[in-house]
């Protein structure tokens, strides 16, 4: 009886033993593993990503909730605002989502006539909100040395007593301060080891550009490879402007350094650094504000279309998510911010200017991108699961025309739609239009603007298909992979819990097999 009491305090001690140890390990583990995930965080925000602009020149636009849903639908992470919405700011808390926000050019002279006025606003818009909303930066202005350049002798103004106002609420070095500028700033910008500043904006230029080195603030830039396409059509390719392959041949050679420039935004982009580089100024780092390709044109822009918008957007994000740097930095990706989310309606001719957006103002796309590898990052094409149907609002005689066009001339399959067939009802025009848009769009591979039909059909992700009637799409032998990612807090710190486990565990097993051995215990 002494000796089964001996046994069992031995186990108990040993028991106590183990239980200490392994809360030792996890102890000594788990603060590495925290260090480990907040340098991960640290890695994550410094990665180069996409972004878009919101404008709000739309008819049919998303209440601030639906629009944060719709953003975090589409994983959209960075956003940009054209000025300070509360109802969307106040949607955006808690959300992980990250927004510039902006001062409109309106707002300049009384914010750079008055440190009061900069305060106050910065407690109404930033202070308000941050750190629940996660703003990262304001744009001051947009474009005002170009646009409005008579406010251009309050830009630093307004900057340095916006800064002054982050400074005394301690949030200088979690916001950053700059201003957009439009690409002409930059004269002679090919070859970029030639360009530089307009110098005769010198005054505004170069104490701005010790300032965003001083505060570690990148220099924002809307680049437009489009317009420079559009302006030197037959010297500039098409395919350099929207990232396509080339030959070595075909690559734009800058004679000063042998730099060779695969596409005109990269061109684009070291012209920024050079300009910088003649101002002595070397640590400033170019964010592209703005940057995207328009989907519909007027006669005079043939060249804005869907399949080139749709090409200049994929590759654009398949550039900046491969780390692709530029010629001049390999080894800095400037991250953008596409223009635009969503079709301006509203915005006043050319027709390209209503038409930059990725979707209409409804969230339905306006086409899909091709950015394999991307994961779930927007609505992107990567399972072929889309469909072609009839816009809302068109009305029946235009809707009448392009069904029998894509009955007709289009020979897609409209057997279905006949009386007495499974999609004849509901008998109306836009469910016939839609089931014989989407047996053309089909028939044609989905290639893009195989959904256009005259601006009257939009491609979608939601099935059409109702009761017995199946559209075109939905016939189709689907394939459907998942991506099962397992997050760790870190897979060393766990390898050594686990190994560190099994040794005690191990420990364990052999001495309670031991004093499960009464009479060795006896001999002590």
């Known amino acids: 009886?002494?000796?089964?009491?001996?046994?069992?305090?031995?186990?108990?001690?040993?028991?106590?033993?183990?239980?200490?140890?392994?809360?030792?390990?996890?102890?000594?583990?788990?603060?590495?593993?925290?260090?480990?995930?907040?340098?991960?965080?640290?890695?994550?925000?410094?990665?180069?990503?996409?972004?878009?602009?919101?404008?709000?020149?739309?008819?049919?636009?998303?209440?601030?909730?639906d629009l944060v849903s719709f953003l975090q639908v589409?994983?959209?992470?960075?956003?940009?605002?054209?000025?300070?919405?509360?109802?969307?700011?106040?949607?955006?808390?808690?959300?992980?989502?990250?927004?510039?926000?902006?001062?409109?050019?309106?707002?300049?002279?009384?914010?750079?006539?008055?440190?009061?006025?900069?305060?106050?606003?910065?407690?109404?818009?930033?202070?308000?909100y941050y750190p629940e909303t996660l703003i990262t930066a304001i744009a001051v202005g947009d474009e005002v040395l170009t646009t409005v350049p008579s406010s251009a002798p309050l830009l630093m103004p307004a900057i340095e007593s916006l800064y002054s106002a982050l400074v005394a609420s301690n949030l200088h070095t979690q916001i950053k301060i700059s201003t957009p500028h439009a690409a002409s700033i930059i004269l002679d910008p090919f070859p970029p080891s030639q360009s530089f500043f307009n110098q005769s904006w010198s005054s505004v230029m170069l104490p701005l550009l010790e300032f965003l080195s001083t505060t570690g603030s990148p220099l924002m830039m809307n680049l437009y490879p489009y317009y420079v396409f559009m302006q030197n059509k037959g010297v500039v390719p098409l395919d350099n402007s929207l990232f396509k392959p080339l030959t070595p041949s075909k690559e734009m050679v800058d004679p000063n350094t042998l730099l060779h420039y695969t596409n005109v935004l990269d061109a684009m982009?070291?012209?920024?650094?050079?300009?910088?580089?003649?101002?002595?100024?070397?640590?400033?780092?170019?964010?592209?504000?703005e940057t995207g390709w328009p989907s519909k044109g007027d006669s005079k822009e043939p060249y804005a279309t869907i399949d080139n918008a749709d090409t200049y957007n994929s590759n654009l994000i398949k550039h900046v998510l491969d780390h692709s740097g530029t010629p001049f930095h390999p080894e800095v990706t400037s991250s953008v911010y596409i223009y635009e989310l969503f079709n301006e309606?509203?915005?006043?001719?050319?027709?390209?200017?209503?038409?930059?957006?990725?979707?209409?103002?409804?969230?339905?796309?306006?086409?899909?991108?091709?950015?394999?590898?991307?994961?779930?990052?927007?609505?992107?094409?990567?399972t072929n699961q889309t469909y072609c149907i009839a816009m809302d609002g068109v009305d029946s005689r235009t809707l009448q025309a392009a069904l029998d066009w894509a009955c007709g001339p289009g020979r897609a399959n409209c057997s279905e739609i006949q009386p007495g067939e499974a999609c004849y009802q509901p008998n109306n025009v836009k469910n016939h239009a839609a089931y014989a848009f989407d047996s053309y769009y089909q028939k044609e591979g989905k290639a893009p603007g195989s959904c256009d039909f005259k601006g009257v059909a939009m491609i979608t992700t939601t099935d059409p298909s109702h009761g017995s009637c199946i559209f075109p799409g939905s016939k189709k032998i689907r394939n459907k992979t998942r991506t099962v990612t397992n997050t760790t807090i870190s897979s060393s710190a766990a390898h050594g819990l686990i190994a560190f486990d099994k040794c005690l565990g191990a420990f364990l097993a052999v001495i309670l097999s031991i004093l499960l051995q009464i009479p060795f215990v006896d001999k002590f």
Do not use: C
């Open 1 to 65: 009886m002494a000796n089964s009491k001996f046994s069992f305090l031995v186990v108990v001690i040993i028991f106590v033993f183990y239980t200490a140890l392994l809360r030792f390990s996890q102890a000594k583990s788990l603060p590495l593993a925290v260090t480990q995930i907040k340098q991960q965080k640290q890695d994550q925000d410094r990665e180069p990503f996409v972004g878009f602009n919101i404008g709000t020149d739309v008819s049919d636009i998303l209440s601030a909730t």
């Open 74 to 128: 589409q994983k959209i992470t960075h956003v940009r605002l054209y000025d300070a919405d509360p109802d969307i700011l106040k949607a955006l808390a808690k959300t992980k989502i990250r927004v510039i926000i902006s001062v409109p050019n309106n707002q300049l002279i009384a914010i750079g006539s008055s440190n009061t006025t900069a305060a106050s606003w910065i407690g109404r818009n930033v202070v308000a």
């Open 269 to 289: 982009i070291d012209a920024a650094y050079f300009s910088m580089k003649n101002l002595n100024i070397t640590d400033v780092v170019v964010l592209v504000t």
């Open 345 to 382: 309606d509203l915005r006043s001719p050319p027709v390209s200017e209503a038409n930059w957006g990725l979707f209409y103002g409804n969230s339905t796309p306006v086409y899909l991108l091709h950015v394999y590898g991307s994961g779930t990052f927007l609505a992107i094409d990567t």
